[in-house]
T-cell receptor
Framework: GAGVSQSPSNKVTEKGKDVELRCDPISGHTALYWYRQSLGQGLEFLIYFQGNSAPDKSGLPSDRFSAERTGGSVSTLTIQRTQQEDSAVYLC???????????????FGNGTRLTVT | KQEVTQIPAALSVPEGENLVLNCSFTDSAIYNLQWFRQDPGKGLTSLLLIQSSQREQTSGRLNASLDKSSGRSTLYIAASQPGDSATYLCAVLNSGYSTLTFGKGTMLLVSP
């Protein structure tokens, strides 16, 4: 597609339920990132995928959070047993491979607004 | 650990004014610095990317400068318009890190 696509755009869930958020990056972008943006806060890095390398999971806030990337393209961020503090906008971004992509801008999707009630 | 600070947090100006947004970072060992724009309810749009070897980049009415040694960047917006109203974020990519470190942004309001 022309840009990074995220779905759903909005998700309301009850505390304790699991949720899955999807990201479809720009074709040819092997680098994929997940960020979280909470009200009044900056963007918080969650996880980074680069090609077939092991992902950098250093930003995941707890073991309730996980992500996978199938076939080097679509990525799914899963939050298990959601808590109210998980409410935020979850943003996905993609870019060219890191060796080429150090000076290539990140392209962001419009995000998924997650509300945990 | 890299820290990015943006000043001011919010700015309100009348249409037509030239303005400067400031970004500072604590670790000068960066690969690049990017300025983004975020409209309400939307993702981020990349405005300008300055490589570590560059001093500035220009796109239309926007000019971004980089002073790596002092850990500073500025985004200059000329002849501001109401359509420029948005939150502007600065982010740096460091060696040894997988991804960008973001500031908290400057919320800009340009009044007609």
């Amino acid at each position: 597609g022309a840009g990074v696509s995220q779905s759903p755009s909005n998700k309301v869930t009850e505390k304790g339920k699991d949720v899955e958020l999807r990201c479809d990056p720009i074709s040819g972008h092997t680098a994929l990132y997940w960020y979280r943006q909470s009200l009044g806060q900056g963007l918080e890095f969650l996880i980074y995928f680069q090609g077939n390398s092991a992902p950098d999971k250093s930003g995941l806030p707890s073991d309730r959070f996980s992500a996978e990337r199938t076939g080097g393209s679509v990525s799914t961020l899963t939050i298990q047993r959601t808590q109210q503090e998980d409410s935020a906008v979850y943003l996905c971004a993609s870019s060219l491979p890191r060796g080429q992509g150090d000076n290539s801008p990140l392209h962001f999707g419009n995000g998924t607004r997650l509300t945990v009630t | 650990k890299q820290e990015v600070t943006q000043i001011p947090a919010a700015l309100s100006v009348p249409e037509g004014e030239n303005l400067v947004l400031n970004c500072s970072f604590t670790d000068s060992a960066i690969y690049n610095l990017q300025w983004f724009r975020q409209d309400p309810g939307k993702g981020l749009t990349s405005l300008l990317l300055i490589q570590s070897s560059q001093r500035e980049q220009t796109s239309g009415r926007l000019n971004a400068s980089l002073d790596k040694s002092s850990g500073r960047s500025t985004l200059y917006i000329a002849a501001s318009q109401p359509g420029d109203s948005a939150t502007y974020l600065c982010a740096v990519l460091n060696s040894g890190y997988s991804t960008l470190t973001f500031g908290k942004g400057t919320m800009l309001l340009v009044s007609p």
